[in-house]
């Protein structure tokens, strides 16, 4: 299994342009989330998707879009970039939303908005 | 609202020395309490868990008890090695099953 994948790695973007942040996960899990982290604030939920065809907003969602059209993949868009979007971006998968499963992390994209 | 408090970094240590990270939560009920660790320029992995009262996670020479009556979930290690620089994320799981994660501390140990 590779667990989960995550593309590109490094991105610079100009602000006011477009991009989609890649995700997949191949443990056939129903739950998955994206967060950014930035110095001295943790890691902060943007979305998230509680399986196929089924997304909802986390703390920080606001210029980013998700979908979840398969189990396997749910890509973030970014709309229109802004430099405050300048972070490290992770996905997460479980196996559910169960309060004991232990969430699964992608390596990380890092952006940079300039 | 529910909240994670881990004691700021960074933390330095020369290699053998005992650990302790303090974590102490914030919710209600009885949540699921974790540790995550993040080596340099890697995702979040787990560390241990624990999802009752009283329960002990422990992995790698780390462990941490989950501690009700002081709302507390410290982690601590015996003797730490070089290996063990990294992030380490106290986190938990609430009865909505949000998941809060605390700020993060820096932990480098010395050779």
């Known amino acids: 299994n590779a667990g989960v994948t995550q593309t590109p790695k490094f991105q610079v973007l100009k602000t006011g342009q477009s991009m989609t942040l890649q995700c997949a996960q191949d443990?056939?899990?129903?739950?998955m989330s994206w967060y950014r982290q930035d110095p001295g604030m943790g890691l902060r939920l943007i979305h998230y998707s509680v399986g196929a065809g089924i997304t909802d907003q986390g703390e920080v969602p606001n210029g980013y879009n998700v979908s979840r059209s398969t189990t396997e993949d749910f890509p973030l868009r970014l709309l229109s970039a802004a430099p405050s979007q300048t972070s490290v971006y992770f996905c997460?998968?479980?196996?559910?939303?169960?309060?004991?499963?232990?969430?699964?992390f992608g390596p990380g994209t890092r952006l940079l908005v300039l | 609202g529910d909240s994670v408090t881990q004691m700021e970094g960074p933390v330095t240590l020369s290699e053998e020395a005992f650990l302790t990270i303090n974590c102490t939560y914030t919710a209600t009920g009885y949540p699921s309490l974790f540790w995550y660790v993040q080596y340099p320029g890697e995702g979040l992995q787990l560390l241990l868990k624990?999802?009752?009262?009283?329960d002990k996670g422990s992995n790698k020479g780390f462990e941490a008890t989950y501690r009700k009556e002081t709302t507390s979930f410290h982690l601590e290690k015996g003797s730490v090695q070089v290996s063990d620089s990294a992030v380490y994320f106290c986190a938990l799981v609430n009865r909505d099953d949000k998941i809060i994660f605390g700020k993060g501390t820096r932990l480098h140990i010395l050779p």
């Open positions: 997460a998968s479980s196996p559910s939303r169960d309060r004991q499963e232990t969430q699964y």
């Open positions: 443990m056939n899990h129903e739950y």
């Open positions: 624990a999802t009752k009262a009283d």
